[in-house]
């Protein structure tokens, strides 16, 4: 995790860049471990370092939203439980994305899939009921 200096309602983070980035850009920063603030700052390039200069702007309100925030991710309200969770259909898509990244026969990710029961938002869809169609 980078360093980040808090300085009241603002912040400075040094950071590594590449040497043929721009000497000043704007960026964000979204802190992925609790109180899960996010900023907007200004980085300043200094060869292949850089410090980024910003103000906190908001706060996610749980790890899970501070996750997806940070890497950019599409975030629907549906996603999220009331409690501020990942909603339990999200865990099973992620879920099912690392058995898939993790294996490499596909007999062995549909066993380990249905072992864990992680197709259970398919279940109602008729694609997976009619196999005359395939």
């Given amino acids: 995790m980078a360093m980040i200096y808090p300085l009241g309602p603002f912040y400075a983070q040094p950071m590594r860049m590449r040497p043929r980035a721009p ?7 979204q802190e992925t471990a609790y109180p ?36 950019n991710a599409r975030v629907d309200d549906d996603m999220f439980d009331d409690d501020g969770g990942l909603n339990e259909r999200f865990e099973r898509h992620l879920a099912r994305r690392n058995v898939a990244r993790s294996v490499s026969l596909i007999e062995d990710e ?25």
Avoid at 47 to 60: D, I, N, S
Avoid at 123 to 129: C, I, L, Q, V, W
């Fill in 23 to 29: 000497l000043v850009q704007l960026g964000s920063t």
């Fill in 36 to 71: 899960y603030r996010s900023g907007r700052c200004v980085v300043i390039r200094l060869g292949r370092r850089a410090l980024a200069f910003g103000m906190w702007t908001g706060q996610a309100e749980s790890e899970d939203l501070a996750m997806a925030l940070a890497v």
């Fill in 110 to 134: 549909w066993k380990i899939v249905s072992a864990l029961d992680l197709l259970a938002d398919y279940a109602d869809e008729d694609a997976y009921d009619d196999e005359e169609d395939v």
